[in-house]
């Protein structure tokens, strides 16, 4: 018995750059991005944006950014909450892996941040993911080892984790995002 027919349309940048509103492309599948972030996930995230500007000050190669579009191939474009990307970053779209990403879980996201982007950051040759609940205020962290695999590092509350970013050390206080 061969593959069932898929009907559905097989969207390209094209079409994603038309498109009003806030939407990511995952191979071809768009995802629209509202409603949008509710004030919990703004205060997580820009509490995590100032860590981030803050520690990677005195880091010439590195900087954090928020929501940009990362163009991964022709039908596929995100938008990470968080990330972290070292080296030049010019153009319209980011067209490499960040080292860090760190993604809020929301009702509406958190299947496809928890599955479709986990496996599609971890093909992709993202260092580290970062998976960040406010609900429960636990954030995992997965770590890319040689192997091209994701290995959970920790489920930080209050710890401080370590990123090694080559010629940067980013010293993160997971403790700071949640108050």
């Given at each position: 018995?061969?593959a069932?027919?898929?009907?559905h349309?097989?969207?390209?940048?094209?079409?994603?750059?038309?498109?009003?509103?806030?939407?990511?492309?995952?191979?071809?599948?768009?995802?629209?991005?509202?409603?949008?972030?509710?004030?919990?996930?703004?205060?997580?995230?820009?509490?995590?944006?100032?860590?981030?500007?803050?520690?990677?000050?005195?880091?010439?190669t590195c900087?954090?950014?928020?929501?940009?579009?990362?163009?991964?191939?022709?039908?596929?474009?995100?938008?990470?909450?968080?990330?972290?990307?070292?080296?030049?970053?010019?153009?319209?779209?980011?067209?490499?892996a960040?080292?860090?990403?760190?993604?809020?879980?929301?009702?509406?996201?958190?299947?496809k941040?928890?599955?479709?982007?986990?496996?599609?950051?971890?093909?992709?040759?993202?260092?580290?993911?970062v998976i960040?609940?406010?609900?429960?205020?636990?954030?995992?962290?997965?770590?890319?080892?040689?192997d091209?695999?994701?290995?959970?590092?920790?489920?930080?509350?209050?710890?401080?984790?370590?990123?090694?970013?080559?010629?940067?050390?980013?010293?993160?206080?997971?403790?700071?995002?949640?108050?």
């Amino acid at each position: 018995m061969g593959a069932l027919q898929n009907n559905h349309p097989h969207y390209k940048l094209q079409d994603y750059e038309l498109w009003e509103g806030r939407w990511e492309l995952i191979e071809g599948i768009p995802y629209a991005m509202s409603p949008a972030p509710s004030i919990r996930h703004q205060s997580v995230s820009q509490r995590i944006a100032l860590q981030l500007g803050n520690q990677l000050q005195n880091c010439q190669t590195c900087q954090a950014l928020l929501p940009i579009d990362w163009r991964i191939a022709e039908d596929t474009v995100v938008q990470p909450d968080n990330l972290v990307v070292c080296g030049e970053v010019t153009g319209q779209y980011l067209t490499r892996a960040p080292e860090i990403i760190f993604e809020i879980l929301s009702p509406s996201t958190a299947s496809k941040d928890r599955n479709l982007k986990f496996e599609l950051y971890e093909r992709e040759g993202v260092k580290y993911y970062v998976i960040v609940d406010p609900e429960t205020q636990v954030a995992k962290l997965y770590q890319r080892f040689a192997d091209g695999r994701f290995v959970k590092q920790i489920d930080a509350e209050k710890q401080q984790f370590v990123f090694d970013l080559g010629e940067c050390q980013l010293a993160f206080d997971f403790s700071l995002i949640w108050s």
